[in-house]
């Protein structure tokens, strides 16, 4: 049965977190309990040998929302979604998807809650060039932000995120392009600035782009945003802040199946990675195809 063969840690030997103090500390309450396999990995290749060591039991992404993204696509890549349970111990910067699913940014705490937990069927999202997303990916503002943020980011960790979205709030003109969900055009009046689809809540540090997220009730969220003046954007800005945005009379927020954007040339950013412009962007549900140790009470209501 899945879950009760071996547990496999990836950690990337590339990031930064891999020199955290506390992840002995989490490997060390793992190891409490379970027969603990640590896979220091460098590409893709170490990344999906883990990932066959961990067949029949669990593999443990160690870090952030980009390690939680290449697990998972090394287990659609051996096509072993049936055959393994992933488990989250977070260290990285972000940290989105960890927040939707209520397991604690305090890895030694995830740790346990990675023991104490059963592995539940989460959805996943893939797009027409058949990548994976597991958080959410979005085009438009968010995407441009991303980029903008990346010297900020450096300097100032998290709050870059901010520091780009108001730059790319202020200067950028919105795309032309046309949505359509579940085969039903979306109507704007105006250029887009933003579409966002996903299974998590959060964005960019912390951002609830996508407040009412669910990873397991089987549908993907989308947002549609378009323009007004500069002014009314930050007013957005303001109320994204607070999950609030989807109350606003230039948003569209709806749970559908699938997510087709076609026009203006574009990037979308695919779980905090940039991927390349291109003029149609699709998005569909995979209903509880990912084995996912995550607490039963998950997601947990939005703070006030």
Same mark, same amino acid.
């Given at each position: ?22 992840? @002995?500390?989490?490997? @060390? ?42 697990? !998972? ?11 393994? @349970? ?21 890895? !030694? ?102 407040? @009412? ?45 699938? !997510? ?45």
């Amino acid at each position: 049965m899945t879950g009760t063969g071996p547990w496999v840690a990836v950690v990337n030997a590339q990031a930064g977190s891999s020199d955290d103090p506390r992840l @002995e500390e989490a490997l @060390e309450t793992l190891r409490t309990q379970v027969t603990l396999e640590v896979r220091s990995t460098e590409d893709a290749d170490d990344l999906r040998e883990a990932v066959r060591a961990a067949r029949g039991g669990v593999v443990v992404a160690v870090g952030g929302d980009g390690s939680i993204h290449a697990v !998972v696509t090394a287990i659609d890549d051996l096509d072993q979604f049936d055959d393994v @349970e992933l488990a989250i111990v977070p260290l990285g910067t972000g940290n989105d998807f960890v927040r939707t699913l209520g397991i604690s940014d305090d890895p !030694v705490e995830a740790a346990r809650q990675a023991l104490d937990s059963d592995a539940r069927l989460a959805d996943l999202i893939r797009d027409s060039d058949d990548r994976l997303v597991v958080n959410a990916a979005h085009i438009g503002l968010g995407a441009e932000a991303n980029i903008k943020a990346e010297p900020w980011k450096k300097a100032f960790g998290p709050v870059g995120y901010a520091v780009g979205a108001v730059i790319t709030g202020v200067v950028g003109k919105g795309i032309r392009a046309s949505v359509t969900v579940d085969g039903q055009p979306v109507h704007s009046p105006r250029r887009l600035i933003q579409v966002a689809v996903g299974n998590g809540r959060y964005v960019g540090g912390g951002a609830p782009l996508l407040p @009412e997220a669910d990873p397991f009730d089987g549908s993907l969220d989308v947002a549609v945003v378009w323009a007004h003046a500069r002014w009314k954007r930050l007013a957005y800005a303001w109320r994204l802040r607070r999950g609030r945005h989807p109350m606003r009379d230039d948003v569209v927020y709806l749970k559908v199946h699938e !997510v087709t954007v076609t026009g203006e040339s574009t990037p979308a950013n695919l779980d905090g990675e940039i991927a390349s412009p291109s003029t149609r962007h699709a998005w569909r549900v995979e209903p509880g195809r990912l084995r996912l140790r995550a607490p039963a009470g998950a997601p947990p209501d939005l703070p006030d």
